[in-house]
């Protein structure tokens, strides 16, 4: 863990010429974060809120009109600045002539990793995403959750320290989702920072340390996740097997210690859990974090 | 690094060239049409055959090499975009001016492979006619061979500057604009004007010197006049003379000039694209 932010914006503004006019349209305003080393950042708004933009800036794809984005220090329109970057793109499209082997096998090369490492990267890699058994075959006959699983690999296999993962979860089952969510509590485990852009909320808040949430371009939440979630005057005490009567004992001692009882009511389990819990058993511990 | 970069990217702009059905059709249809050559022989022995042979040869190469240079460049460029995988490779640690030297050369390569097969095969067919008419008539010959068969890569050599001076130019067109369509006309438009900027040339070398002719001459440079290409029977019936590797080197360095002024203003208009 270094004390260099992975990412430190300040001031960002990005604004978009539209026709021969020159018309101009704000994606993004003002913003300022910072992603701190070894974190899970949640990057999160509607549509059109000016994620995808912010993202594309950090990776130097789009320079910022007023501000400035450093990836460790490093300016992010230099192309040095994404030497430890690895980018999953939302609804990725890959070489589909490529099988997933040469797919992730390309882009090491692309990235520098030493011939000698490369194939035993690429292996590492595709165990991690779990797709050593498709890795053989072509890239344009995979599924959408395969799709997701070989675009995390190719953007984890030259070992970067930050992993930018734009909607990794968008048209994938909940197996694949929760196996995703898996995979990114591992990355995290494995000292990564990892940047996840996502409309799924329940997964954001299950995997996130700290997220901010962007409308029109602008910053309109920034902070822990636990922080934000936590109702600090509000305690849910969960209990098994309850006795009717127990439970007027406990509201009167409430009610007599000056607070306020809210409810009672049985307990619920996600769907997604319970789905999980059905179809997939191994995954099912992913839906909640430690 | 970046020299390696480069040839990643242009091996696998290469593959997929070459794994597409658009790539194997064109090449098969001119092999068919250049193996059709040999049902030509209604003329006159000697020269005149080899020559038809070398000019319908030559003319196959022309015309699928125009189309594999324009189609292939702005399809796989585009495909880049369209597909988003230009996003995913420009976010990883490589130059915009990386990425655009090897779609480049991966295409450049593509018509390579392409001419050199196109130039065996009707090294081949020219070899056969060549010995059945030296043979027929060889006390006319005395042994002497009509094809210049260095020449005749040699030739191949400089049809491959020139479709390099081509894809570079629709690389160019492409780095800007839009849609492919609209790259692959401007780009067919440009080579019609290159093939027939010679006559605008000539007009005006026999009117008076004025602003107009100074205007037309120096707005010709940035056209390449393929008129220089034409090499045909300077290189491959030159079999007593042997092969102007002066003139071969002209035609190299005129199209290195303009191979890297074209690639030089794709890189500059790529350079700050939205992608």
Known sequence: MTSTPAIKIEGLTKDFRLGLRGLKLRAVENLSFEVKDNQIFGLLGPNGSGKSTTLKVVLGLLRATRGTCEVYGVPSEKVRSRVDVGYLPEAPYFYRYLTGKELVMFYAAVCGVPKKQRERRTQEVLELVDMQHASDRRVGTYSKGMLQRIGIAQAVVHDPRLVILDEPTAGVDPIGSASIAKMILELKARGKTIILCSHLLAQVEGVCDNIVILDKGHKVVEGKVDDLLEKHDTTNISARNLKPETLAQIRALIASEGGEFLGAAPDRIALDSLFLSKVAPSLEDTKTRD | ?275
């Not at chain 2, 009707?122 to 008419?133: N, P, W």
């Not at chain 2, 303009?258 to 500059?268: D, E, I, P």
């Open chain 2, 1 to 275: 690094m970046s020299l390696f970069r480069i040839c990643r990217i242009a091996g696998n702009t290469f593959l997929e060239a070459v794994r597409q059905k658009f790539f194997l059709f064109l090449a098969l249809i001119a092999l068919g049409l250049l193996g059709s050559v040999l049902y030509f022989q209604r003329f006159d022995f000697g020269s005149s055959e080899l020559k038809f042979i070398a000019d319908f040869g030559s003319g196959a190469i022309v015309f699928f090499g125009s189309i594999l240079s324009i189609v292939m460049m702005a399809q796989l460029f585009f495909a880049e975009i369209e597909n988003r995988t230009a996003l995913t490779i420009l976010a990883k640690p490589v130059h915009r001016w990386e990425f655009l030297a090897g779609k480049f050369c991966g295409v450049a390569a593509l018509l390579g492979v392409f001419i050199l097969l196109m130039i065996i095969v009707l090294g081949a067919f020219l070899y056969y006619r060549e010995s059945q008419i030296v043979a027929q008539y060889a006390e006319l010959f005395q042994g002497r061979r009509i094809i210049n068969y260095v020449g005749l890569f040699v030739f191949g050599w400089t049809q491959w500057l020139k479709y390099c001076v081509l894809i570079s130019l629709t690389l160019f067109f492409a780095s800007f604009s839009n849609t492919n369509l609209f790259s692959v006309v401007i780009s067919f438009m440009v080579l019609i004007i290159c093939q027939i900027q010679y006559v605008a040339i000539e007009v005006v070398t026999r009117m008076d010197p004025s602003w107009y002719t100074w205007a037309v001459e120096h707005v010709a440079l940035i056209f390449p006049n393929f008129q220089n290409y034409n090499l045909l029977v300077p290189m491959v019936f030159s079999a007593n003379a042997g092969v102007p590797w002066s003139l071969a080197g002209s035609v190299t360095l005129f199209s290195l000039v303009y191979v890297l002024v074209y690639l030089g203003l794709a890189v500059f208009s790529f350079r700050r694209r939205e992608i």
